[in-house]
């Protein structure tokens, strides 16, 4: 069984920065696609980034050029730097797996984590 674990989320000021990371288990990693997903109450889950088994990277608009995902395939790790946070970034952040091609859809992801909450004060 694969099991994805957050971590590094937080409270920060607008305009600071957090590195979330993502410890994966129980699968072959370099298979995967690997994709962080955010949630705020009474929202879908939304799409952030992802990263392909080639290390291909994908970003919702709103926070290109400033979020940054990355892999380790040694240490099966996958992250997520956040630079320029901004209030509207507060929510729950989820790391995700799914084998293939990436995608943006959530319900296309096979593996979750548990979340881990980032929280922006202005």
């Known amino acids: 069984q694969v099991q994805l674990v957050e971590s590094g989320g937080g409270l920060v000021q607008a305009g600071d920065s957090l590195r979330l990371s993502c410890a994966v288990s129980g699968g072959t990693f370099v298979l995967y696609t690997m994709g962080w997903f955010r949630q705020t109450p009474g929202k879908e889950r939304e799409f952030v980034a992802a990263?392909?088994?080639?290390?291909?990277?994908y970003y919702v608009d709103s926070v290109k050029d400033r979020f940054t995902i990355s892999r380790d395939n040694t240490k099966n790790m996958v992250y997520l730097q956040l630079n320029s946070l901004k209030p509207e970034d507060t929510a729950i952040y989820y790391c995700a797996a799914k084998l293939r091609a990436y995608s943006t859809y959530a319900s296309l992801y096979d593996y979750w984590g548990q979340g881990t909450q980032v929280t922006v004060s202005s």
């Open positions: 990263i392909s088994r080639s290390s291909g990277t």
